[in-house]
Structures are given as structure tokens and as C-alpha cells.
């Protein structure tokens, strides 16, 4: 995924339960930001320029939601784990 001042793209992603996954995440703006995604335990910092990885070991069926912590109303979307 990408974020870029102000928003991520996708703001929708698509998970297999129980399965690990790894996202990727690039920040290709000007701004600091950050990948948090509420109940999988995922915090990065995004500095410009940088692609950060977090791994999400089976996660359980559900709707998580993912934000950036600096900019929690306008960089946001949903993970959701089938
Ligand atoms: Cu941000």
C-alpha cells in the first residue's frame, strides 16, 4: 500500500484468515506518516521516501480498521480478514 499526503491507497484490502501476510507500506509524500492497524498489533512509522513491512501472523476473520497516526481523520481504511 502507499500513503501520500493525505490518504492511503487502498483504503480497502482484502485478508485470508488464519493465514501470515506481509504488507508493504510506502510513503511516497512529503509528510511523516504512519501505518496502524487496530487489532493486529501493526504500528510503523512512515518516514518520506521509506517502504516499511509488518506482518500479520493468522489473523482472525473481522473488519479491522487502519489509520495513520498523524493524520487519523483523513488517512484511514479497512482490512478485511475471509
Ligand atoms: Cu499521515
Known sequence: MTAKDYSFTPTTIDLTAGKTVT???TNDGA?????TIKGLKVSVELPPGSTKTATVKG???GTYEFH???HPT????TITVG
Not at 509528510?31 to 501505518?35: D, G, M, Q, S, Y
Open 23 to 25: 504488507i508493504s507500506a
Open 74 to 77: 483523513q488517512m484511514k481504511g
Open 59 to 61: 489473523a482472525k476473520a
Open 68 to 70: 495513520c497516526e498523524y
Open 31 to 35: 509528510a511523516k506518516h504512519n501505518l
